[in-house]
């Protein structure tokens, strides 16, 4: 026989469990009742035992009496409201505000997650224990609502972290509770809840807790604003909040570039339809903190943070045609082709079904109608089928074998989705690189307004020099004459000669619009702007052996090994050494103005090799390093000044540094040295 005190910690133990799995993990293990039996021997051991009850008891859940009066409660940090962009024209313009904030070279990675629906909160834990739940209020000062907090199972009333934290979170009622919560209510001739926003709001300051737990409410928490000196990043502090047992929405996406927060946002999307909760957006934030420090905020809102709006309309359409698309890399993309159908403000007649693996999900076949949504007024997608209209005849859409476009076998491979979790799924590629789907749509590329902003020359007059065999490669187009342009169908002498000046402009680009342009795998714009000043010149790009090469992209802040492989990669290949080289022979391309260079600082004068294992990530040592005014060297050489040795420094550095005179210092040697500080002399 356990004494009682066993036993309570044990029902204690279980109870929580329960609830964990029951609210957080949506997987319990029991029935209502049976956890209904556990929670009355608890409150029977209590009664007998009153010793043995304390504030974190799940019995303490409910104090059992009404609020005397709300207290106000002053928020550690104010909650600000985000600002909201409903295109991607202002999503394009946030990135760039945050790329115009960010020190010169630094690029900033992204998480974006659903937009939950509900009242804001804030909790506090301190000692392990949940102290304090407050309303969002004016956002400087909010009421007391812990009582009512403490009464929502899925919000554990302790965690394992003893320090202070603050939470933030959404109060929330998931869809399917909402249904059971109305159809109570109309059984007591209650109005039901038009949304479970409305239920959720006004039950979080509710003056009775015992009102509030008739409420099914759930909370997700998905900010730490104090206490997130614990982690480095946003994205961190997430999985330590998951980690910590608390209810987290568990559904971030990490997103190195623009485009990638394009697509996480499409794909919440997508699958917001199948959120146990409403989600009427995606939120997007800088996941450095550091970089959230520098970027700030505006009177109103964090200039880290945007909220995307999903347009709510949705049209229905029949799908004429699946056809498919070569991309500028050989990737085959199968596209609806729809009856026109008004969506949003525009026609829309095109709906991209990405790859092989989302059709054969939805099962879209050709003469079914279909649900179209715009992702976020981005790309219209195709969400489902409606089957009631479905034609017996009609088969499954299969990928085809050979390239549409230019007859090659196509080749398959697994690649990696959006979302790791989600396994692989199949890219289909045309192999072909003289495939002239291919070609077209990179020279479209090359001419769009973020590479080398060719104007007048739209993809259809691509594909006519293509096809006319007058356009092999980007360069061909600084060889066209106004005559080969004027003979083209539908073109006067008049536009011929505009689309020359617009391509022989274009020869006053600055590199980095050429490096954009070639459309190098991993390349964007920034890294091809990095990549540019280290090169300063086509020519010098050209020039450089591989390791010299490999070595100035090392150089680059948030140049990782596989942005370097690309780069390296396309530079060594044949065919594009060759392009670039006629390129550089038609004297395509001003050079890159270097990088701002640092030339006042404590570090003016001093180079370092940085190495090993350090307390931060070495692409962020280096930029405080070059901000400072110190030369990163990628090894040790003649004339490095410094070694920085974290853990598990390699001999051959140690040696090398003992060759070339260069001091060895650690970690801590090097903040002092950043602060302006000195070392002492060596002994
Ligand atoms: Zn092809």
């Not at 007591?188 to 737990?213: H, I, S, T, Y």
């Not at 692989?424 to 003289?434: G, L, Q």
């Amino acid at each position: 026989m356990p004494s009682p005190a066993e036993r309570h910690a044990a029902l204690v133990h279980e109870i929580e469990a329960q609830n964990y799995r029951y609210y957080v993990l949506d997987d319990a293990t029991l029935s209502d009742a049976e956890f209904d039996a556990l929670m009355r021997e608890l409150r029977e051991i209590e009664a007998k035992h009153p010793e043995l009850s304390s504030p974190d008891s799940p019995t303490q859940r409910v104090a059992g009496e009404a609020r005397p009066f709300a207290t106000k409660v002053k928020h550690a940090v104010r909650m600000f409201s985000l600002d909201n962009a409903y295109s991607l024209d202002e999503m394009k313009e946030f990135a760039r505000r945050v790329d115009d904030g960010l020190p010169n070279g630094a690029t900033a990675t992204f998480t974006v997650e659903p937009k939950l629906d509900g009242a804001s909160v804030e909790v506090v834990y301190d000692g392990g224990a949940l102290v304090q739940a407050s309303t969002r209020g004016d956002g400087e000062i909010g009421e007391d609502i812990t009582v009512n907090v403490r009464t929502i199972r899925g919000v554990p009333l302790t965690i394992p972290h003893r320090g202070k934290i603050t939470l933030r979170g959404e109060v929330l009622i998931f869809r399917k509770d909402l249904e059971t919560l109305n159809t109570a209510r109309l059984a007591e001739g209650l109005e039901p809840f038009a949304n479970p926003r409305n239920a959720a709001a006004g039950a979080v300051r509710m003056l009775d807790a015992r009102e509030v737990r008739r409420r099914p409410l759930r909370a997700l928490f998905y900010q730490l604003v104090e206490g997130p000196t614990l982690h480095k990043t946003h994205g961190e502090s997430l999985r330590w909040m998951a980690d910590q047992g608390l209810p987290t929405h568990r559904r971030e996406a990490s997103c190195a570039t623009f485009d990638e927060v394009v697509q996480a946002i499409a794909a919440i999307d997508r699958a917001r339809e199948s959120y146990p909760y409403e989600t009427d957006g995606a939120v997007v934030k800088v996941d450095a903190y550091r970089q959230q420090d520098i970027l700030g905020f505006t009177s109103k809102f964090p200039k880290w943070a945007i909220a995307f709006k999903f347009a709510a309309e949705r049209a229905r359409t029949l799908v004429r045609e699946i056809i498919v698309q070569v991309g500028r890399t050989g990737t085959l993309t199968p596209v609806a082709v729809l009856d026109p159908v008004e969506l949003g403000g525009t026609t829309v007649s095109r709906a991209s079904l990405h790859n092989a693996d989302l059709i054969a999900a939805l099962d879209v076949r050709v003469g079914d109608y279909v649900f179209i949504q715009k992702a976020g007024e981005i790309i219209p997608q195709v969400i489902n089928v409606d089957p009631s209209e479905r034609h017996q005849e009609s088969a499954p859409f299969v990928m085809p074998e050979r390239c549409p476009a230019c007859g090659t076998r196509v080749i398959s491979r697994l690649r990696e989705t959006e979302r790791p979790e989600l396994g692989t799924e199949a890219a289909v590629r045309c192999p072909n690189r003289v495939c002239p789907a291919q070609v077209k749509a990179a020279i479209f590329y090359f001419t769009r307004r973020f590479a080398m902003d060719i104007d007048h020359l739209g993809i259809a007059l691509v594909e006519q020099l293509v096809d006319g065999a007058m356009v092999k490669d980007v360069a061909d187009l600084y060889t066209l004459t106004l005559e080969q342009i004027a003979d083209l169908e539908r073109m006067g002498t008049k536009s011929a000669a505009s689309v020359i000046e617009s391509i022989q402009a274009s020869r006053e680009r600055t590199l980095d619009r050429l490096v954009c342009g070639l459309g190098i795998p991993q390349i964007g714009q920034v890294a091809a702007r990095q990549v540019a000043e280290q090169a300063g010149t086509l020519e010098t790009m050209l020039a450089w052996s591989e390791s010299e090469l490999r070595e100035h992209l090392g150089a680059i802040r948030g140049f990782g090994p596989k942005m370097i492989d690309s780069v390296v990669q396309y530079v060594s290949d044949p065919a594009n050494r060759a392009l670039m080289e006629k390129l550089r022979a038609l004297g395509v391309g001003r050079p890159q103005p270097r990088a701002e260079v640092v030339t006042e600082g404590p570090l003016v004068g001093a180079s370092f090799c940085v190495t090993g294992v350090l307390s931060r990530k070495r692409e962020d040592i280096h930029a405080e390093l070059r901000a400072k005014g110190a030369v990163i060297h990628e090894s040790v050489k003649k004339g490095t000044t410094y070694l920085v040795a974290g853990d598990k420094t390699g001999k051959t550095k140690l040696d090398q540094a003992k060759k070339h005179g260069t001091r060895v210092i650690t970690e801590p040697e090097m903040e002092t040295l950043i602060k302006g500080g000195t070392l002492p002399a060596i002994a």
